[in-house]
């Protein structure tokens, strides 16, 4: 055996496979070392992988002793990966019960040969030499350089979270810590929840990094992201020394090679976007980050004007440290808001289609006085729902268990969920009767709505309709910045991180959509929002004006809303007072940050199937004695019970946060493997 092969390397292979893989090396490969390339078989098809170790043949586990070994069919010719990565996979794998090879795919999701061949036109000694030195040192005001001030000097000891009420220069604050970490000579990650928001920083933060500033997310080129991994790699020359980089990105930068990490800020920590849903490894980009900086010996800041109950609550016991920043940069009277309720001003004739004459007056004066609006609607399409007259039934998604959305702009049915369309026809697929009609407003109604009241205002709109085109989306958040735009109508997309100086009234059309989630969270996500969009306007000395127009005006979180701009100038009193409340029911009923949550999901196209493999998990989990639960209930359907094409069922296990939670997270994961369930299953450790 050691005649054919000189040693033995374990190989991670980007694929949900829990056993520890080896293949063998022959003589003249080469050095074959942790972190190297490799070509390998696996299940008949050509994998590329990362070696995690190499062993000889009296070291091999007994098991891959027994089993035919493939050799190594090539080693290529790419920058190693550093153990500190492998590490770091290890260490996601276990938190989120997946396999290493899962997060590997993660990390490089390009995995085809092809990619050997993706090259740019620039090398990072390029990079290196065209980094020049800072440019003028970041100008502070009172509030903003004490919360400077509280945050160095404990940040080397503690996690900080930045509670900063919109519009009180997070950013700048931001901008002067990050300084400070690269005259140090570190490298720094800054984390943003969404794409759009990272755009809108990019151009903001290039003026004053120049060449220092790295952009990593799904939409840029594979070359300019094999540049990034090869930069931040790169170790210098004594003619182009490596310096100190930022790297601005969403959450799959964390699986960057940042070997020289010195500081981890996470801007709009409380964001949703940060956690991925599908597929594995299903990891909140703010907690993942959170580790990375521990393995990496780095510090955190955390910032936002909504934390999340997470690190409020990690706050109060004292985990993290907290900063508050209470006064906008722009001294701004205290922000209004009115509320509409739209039952009343339906009865009494006052509502032109989706808008009330009282939001209407106050668009018209908002414009005249040359101020910018901004209509806040959270769902795209022309029609969310399109309902037949004749029969009453719904047209839904033929593979998802939801109705399908209009799209005017081009005619077609879609399913929000799997893509799905179909050409829109008057006829109804249940009685065959031409009697659809369209329900409700989304965001492409709306616009049209404004353009009838509005004729001579210039209209636009920002959603994921507008944002497929780079270049469209570029120019619609441009000419809103610079006042060229009257109104904008937008998604979710909107409502954070953007600064617009003339932006003075903020309108939210049908609340309920917001106020209406059935999930432990609605509340607080519902806040945060609000929050987000009360601070959207009025960032320049006006006074900024959030509008709601709602079915359920005496809403806890509407009344909310309403006394918290009635108390104070800054909203952090208030936000703690909703908080306090919130935080006070969740405690009460065990529910997260107290507890920790993991789902589990089954799937299949076979409801029987589905439901008789259910009923079995339920016995095994409701009696387990392999681990320690404080509770498991389910099987329950989801929100989307029928997901392209598959039906899917849920359980929710509460575990305590105390020192044998990892031991029972992994415990849960051997009993549900150890079944071999005949679907689906999904583990989703911390679900959102």
């Not at 970490?181 to 570190?186: C, R």
């Not at 109950?309 to 922000?335: D, G, I, Q, W």
């Amino acid at each position: 055996m050691d005649a054919v092969f000189v040693s033995y390397a374990s190989v991670i292979l980007p694929i949900k496979f829990e056993e520890e893989v080896f293949y063998g090396v022959t003589e003249g490969m080469g050095d074959i070392l942790t972190g190297s390339w490799v070509d390998v078989e696996f299940g008949g098809r050509s994998l590329q992988g990362v070696v995690r170790r190499t062993v000889l043949w009296n070291s091999l586990p007994s098991k891959s002793r027994s089993l035919e070994i493939k050799p190594v069919l090539k080693v290529l010719d790419r920058t190693p990966v550093a153990v500190s990565e492998i590490r770091f996979w290890d260490v996601v794998a276990r938190y989120y019960l997946c396999t290493t090879g899962e997060v590997f795919k993660a990390a490089y999701p390009i995995l085809s040969v092809r990619q050997q061949e993706v090259s740019s036109h620039r090398k990072p000694e390029d990079v290196m030499n065209a980094v020049k030195e800072l440019k003028e040192e970041i100008e502070l005001s009172e509030a903003q350089t004490e919360a400077f001030r509280k945050i160095e000097e404990k940040i080397s000891t503690k996690t900080i979270l930045l509670e900063g009420v919109t519009g009180s220069g997070k950013t700048e604050i931001y901008i002067k810590l990050i300084d400070k970490y690269l005259k140090d000579g570190k490298d720094v990650l800054y984390l943003v929840p969404e794409i759009a928001m990272g755009n809108y920083l990019h151009s903001r933060l290039k003026k004053h990094y120049g060449d220092r500033l790295l952009c990593f997310h799904s939409s840029v080129t594979q070359a300019a992201k094999k540049l990034i991994r090869d930069t931040l790699v790169f170790k210098g020359t004594g003619e182009c020394p490596r310096k100190p980089l930022v790297v601005l990105g969403t959450r799959s930068s964390i699986f960057l090679p940042l070997e020289n990490l010195g500081l981890v800020v996470i801007d709009e920590e409380h964001d949703q976007s940060y956690k991925q849903e599908d597929p594995a490894p299903r990891y909140n980009g703010r907690d993942a980050a959170l580790l990375l900086a521990q393995m990496h010996g780095a510090n955190v800041l955390l910032g936002s004007a909504t934390p999340s109950f997470e690190s409020l609550y990690n706050c109060f016991t004292r985990k993290f440290h907290k900063v508050v920043l209470k006064e906008k940069y722009f001294s701004s009277p205290a922000p209004e808001v009115t509320v509409i309720d739209t039952i009343w001003t339906r009865k009494s004739h006052q509502m032109k289609g989706s808008f009330s004459q009282q939001l209407i007056n106050l668009i018209e004066k908002t414009i005249a006085e040359k101020k910018q609006v901004l209509v806040f609607r959270n769902i795209r399409s022309y029609s969310p729902v399109v309902q037949c007259a004749n029969c009453g039934e719904t047209v839904k998604c033929p593979h998802c268990n939801v109705p399908m959305s209009y799209h005017r702009y081009d005619n077609t049915l879609r399913c929000h969920w799997c893509e799905y369309k179909a050409p829109f026809s008057p006829a109804c697929p249940s009685c065959g009767e031409k009697a659809l009609e369209l329900r409700g407003a989304g965001t492409e109604k709306i616009e049209e709505e404004l353009k009838e009241l509005f004729p001579l205002a210039r209209i636009a709109r920002y959603d994921a309709d507008i944002a497929k085109s780079k270049k469209e989306a570029e120019k619609v958040l441009s000419d809103f910045a610079q006042g060229n735009t009257d109104i904008l109508v937008g998604t979710q997309m909107t409502s954070k991180g953007f600064d617009f100086e003339s932006l003075a009234l903020v309108a939210v059309i049908q609340a309920d959509t917001i106020l209406s989630q059935q999930d432990f969270r609605a509340d607080e996500k519902a806040m945060q929002l609000f929050v987000q969009l009360l601070g959207r306007s009025g960032r320049r000395n006006g006074r900024g004006h959030l509008v709601i127009q709602t079915n359920q005006k005496n809403h806890p979180v509407i009344q909310e809303i309403k006394s918290m701009a009635e108390r104070l100038q800054d909203s952090s009193h208030a936000e703690e007072s909703a908080s306090g409340n919130m935080m006070a029911e969740r405690n009460m009923y065990c529910f997260p940050p107290f507890v920790r949550l993991v789902n589990v999901i089954l799937r299949n196209k076979n409801y029987h199937k589905l439901e008789t493999a259910a009923n079995s998990l339920s016995h095994v989990l409701k009696n387990s004695r392999a681990f320690s639960a404080m509770e498991v209930s389910g099987p329950f359907p989801p929100r989307m019970e029928k997901l392209r094409d598959e039906y899917q069922l849920c359980f929710s296990i509460k575990f305590a946060k105390d020192a044998r939670l990892q031991a029972n997270k992994d415990a849960l994961k051997k009993v549900i493997s150890l079944m071999k369930l005949p679907v689906q299953t999904i583990i989703d450790v911390d679900p959102v």
